[in-house]
């Protein structure tokens, strides 16, 4: 089984500011088509998760563009490049190349 | 605009049967390429996946609760269920049923959720 690992924890952060979340797998997510098999989700408080960033870097419809998803193989980033108070919550990243699939810990970030 | 919701007892005993439906609305379970799925979250904790199914039947399972989960789909009804036997007090959690694409060998993407069910397992 391929187990994902995130840090920070916690991540308290300044409206403004930039905030950036590690997320790294016990396997290499890239396929020979060369896609890298990690989404991000973000659950805010008392909600369902809902879907950031799909195959690595690509953003789901309708989610705003301060949020990016980079790297590749083993290690990847999301990156909030302008915090919003709205953007508290649980961040998780999943590994989807192979079932069954796997969430990493989660990092919860808060407004200071 | 799909909408998903979950359905089922809120409240289930030790060594029984967990089930629990996910109604599907705004859109067909039918259309091709996605499948429908279940996700598990305790209390507190992260999330795990449970098991998805396609529409026409062909269905994942996590291998660590497979022994103990059926999940069925029912197109006439534009819904799936999940059943997940001999539960325990472990199993208490906010389940929830989303929708996800397919690469061909795996999920990924899950894009639309229900607002979920907690389900306690207590005598």
């Known amino acids: 089984d391929i187990v994902m690992t995130q840090s920070p924890l916690y991540l308290p952060v300044t409206p403004g500011e930039s905030a950036s979340i590690s997320c790294r797998s016990s396997q290499s997510l890239l396929h020979g088509n060369g896609n890298n098999y990690l989404d991000w989700y973000l659950q805010k408080p008392g909600q369902s998760p809902q879907l950031l960033i799909y195959l690595g870097s690509n953003r789901a419809s309708g989610v705003p563009d301060r949020f990016s998803g980079s790297g590749s193989g083993t290690d990847f980033t999301l990156k909030i490049s302008t915090v919003e108070a709205e953007d508290v919550g649980i961040y998780y990243c999943?590994?989807?190349?192979?079932?069954?699939?796997?969430f990493g810990g989660g990092t919860k970030l808060e407004i200071k | 605009q799909l909408h998903l919701q979950e359905s089922g007892p809120g409240l289930v005993k030790p060594s029984e049967t967990l089930s629990l439906t996910c109604n599907v609305s705004?859109?067909?379970?039918?259309?091709?390429?996605?499948?429908w799925g279940w996700i598990r979250q305790p209390p507190g904790k992260g999330l795990e996946w449970i098991g998805s199914t396609y529409y026409s039947g062909s269905i994942y399972y996590n291998p660590s609760l497979k022994s103990r989960v059926t999940i069925s789909v029912d197109t006439s009804k534009n819904q799936f269920s999940l059943d997940l036997t001999s539960v325990a007090a472990a199993d208490t959690a906010v389940y929830y049923c989303a929708r996800s694409d397919s690469s061909g060998w795996s999920l990924y993407s899950f894009d639309y959720w229900g607002q979920g069910r907690l389900v306690t397992v207590s005598s």
């Open positions: 705004g859109g067909t379970i039918r259309r091709s390429g996605y499948y």
């Open positions: 999943m590994q989807s190349l192979q079932l069954a699939l796997s």
